[in-house]
């Protein structure tokens, strides 16, 4: 990008030097918004309108985009429910741990391995268009998804498929926001993004039900169908509030040699093979203590509940101490909760106080990694692209880390004369000690980012 130039929004002056590429609105309260210069109206030289911030049609956008994670990321985080299920179907009773848990290692990971094409696309094509192509990809890999007879179509259609389908309609409902909202951007991504814990809390005890009443292929076809539709709905609410004309490259390397960028990029990696682990596992390790299926299914659906609490509550807090203080604050309380609850929650009351304490803290995850990105690099003015970047840093932990987990269960589980007995230690210190990882990196992003200074509100 060539040099910026700084127009006062009461003068709204034309750039003298035809050359420059882009203009930055200086508000009276100080607040600085980057526009791309092909937007200058031709007549006057002036900004195109530009739609009031955080306020207005922003809440639309929010509310649009609380629905997709609702549905997109609901049905990820809710597969804990699947793993149950599909291990005590005689269609799958000779597989795995590790085979059934590879299904929604695969819906997760395609978030993160399709998240630089779809930031790329929503760039160049708008978030409507591309959110569109996304519902109807998750509504196909479901409703295919029903009429599996073996373990590997399942791997096609609700693994990788329907991971394509919620990468291409997630990244423009998210990164869509920091477009309508820059003073309360914390607040506002919290929301949105709450939307997947509560769709998790719904959906779980929703989905356990159906199963059990329908059957998991109806459950299939119906989650295809409704959330498709509610997905595409979405996606034609979805609009940016400043036209914008991508120009960058679909990876931006540079972007590698900025230290900030490095160590986002490494938490990010490493944190992602711990943050499904509990997810997926935690309805079976409630069979293990004695406690019923629905009774795993409701601790899934209360994990997610609690996340999507912690999501707007964390966000809100952002706004006041800093989006970076509080990410890296958050990130320690779920890693104590996983070492140091986790392995102690032999009773459903115990298993209850940790999925509420992991759930809480690991919701500033989802909702405080957009904000830091966008504070960091959102002059940019290719969000979506370096969102997209970020994001993919995630694809080997998303798509390796619970199978990971299911391959350690599979290994330590024995027959005795009264059963099989599974020790799931060594899957819970797997989590954790790539949680601490993590929150190294993010230490030093925040030390980085405070100046070298960790008093410091960033």
Known sequence: MDEVVIVRASESKKSADAGRKSIVIDDADGTKEVFDASTLSEETGAPAPVVESDGGFGWVIIAASFLIHFVALGLVSTFGVWQAAYKQLPEFANASSLSIAFIGSLGSAGLPLFSIPAGRLTDKYGPRIVGICGAAIVAASLVLASFSTELWQLLVTQGFLFGIGTSIIYLPGLSVISDWFVKRRGMATGIAVAGSGVGGLALGPILRALISQLGWRWTLRLSGIVGGAVLALCALILRIRTPRKS????????????????????????????????????????????????????????????????????????????????????????????????????????????????????????????????????????????????????????????????????????????????????????????????????????????????????
């Open 247 to 458: 120009t960058g490259k679909a990876i931006d390397l540079s972007l590698f040699k900025d230290q900030s960028f490095l160590l986002l990029y490494a938490m990010s990696f490493i944190n992602s093979f711990a943050y499904f682990v509990p997810f997926f596992f935690v309805p079976t390790y409630a069979l293990k203590y004695g406690m019923t299926s629905d009774q795993g299914a409701l601790l899934i659906g209360l994990l997610n509940g609690a996340s999507g609490v912690g999501r707007i509550c964390l966000g809100f807090s952002s706004d006041f101490i800093g989006p970076i203080n509080t990410l890296t604050g958050c990130l320690l309380v779920a890693t104590l909760s996983v070492l140091l609850i986790w392995p102690f929650a032999t009773t459903f009351g115990t298993l209850l106080l940790f999925v509420l304490f992991f759930g809480f803290f690991i919701g500033g995850f989802i909702s405080l990694l957009p904000t830091v990105i966008a504070q960091l690099f959102g002059g940019k003015g290719n969000i979506a692209t370096v969102t997209g970047m970020v994001y993919n840093s995630s694809l080997l932990g998303n798509l390796f880390g619970s199978p990971i987990a299911g391959a350690m269960l599979d290994h330590f589980t024995t027959v005795t004369p009264t059963g099989r007995v599974t020790d799931f230690m060594p899957a819970i210190l797997f989590s954790g000690c790539c949680m601490i990882c993590g929150w190294f990196f993010m230490a030093g992003l925040k030390f980085l980012a405070g100046g070298k200074r960790f008093l410091v509100k960033v």
